[in-house]
């Protein structure tokens, strides 16, 4: 039973995570785009929320975990570098949680590396 609850677990928070990271780079693309200052693009938020909403949809495909999962700590690093830790808190939570999955593999193809979270 723990382990039908730790894969439970572990598939929800991978999905979750994706999912908030999808959505607010997306968010931030749009207002990159279309800035409510009526200003021109922001083409460094563009860039980095472009990079992060790829990576996002690739940590949630199954097979390209890590790819993914690169690609949004590459966008975290950059985001961090560029707002500092005063604002990017959520960014550091947001990197040890795409880390951890990155390590477990994608739960539903059994993990890459090894058996599934709870098999083991």
């Known amino acids: 039973m723990a382990s039908r609850d730790l894969k439970l677990a572990f598939g ?3 999905v979750v995570l994706g ?6 780079s997306v968010m931030t ?6 800035p409510s200052d009526g200003g021109s693009a922001h083409v460094h938020a563009v860039l980095v ?4 909403a790829l990576g996002a949809i690739l940590f949630l495909a199954g097979r390209t975990v ?7 700590l590459l966008a975290f690093a950059v985001a961090l570098v560029v ?3 005063a604002t990017g808190l959520t960014l550091l939570v947001y990197a040890a949680g795409t880390a951890f999955v990155m390590t477990h ?8 590396r090894g058996t599934p979270p709870g098999d083991r």
Do not use: P
């Open 12 to 14: 929800t928070f991978h």
């Open 19 to 24: 999912g908030v990271v999808l959505i607010q």
């Open 29 to 34: 693309l749009r207002h990159g785009l279309h």
């Open 49 to 52: 929320a472009g990079v992060e």
């Open 66 to 72: 890590r790819i993914g999962g690169a690609l949004m």
């Open 83 to 85: 707002h500092g830790l």
């Open 105 to 112: 593999g994608s739960l539903w193809l059994g993990a890459e």
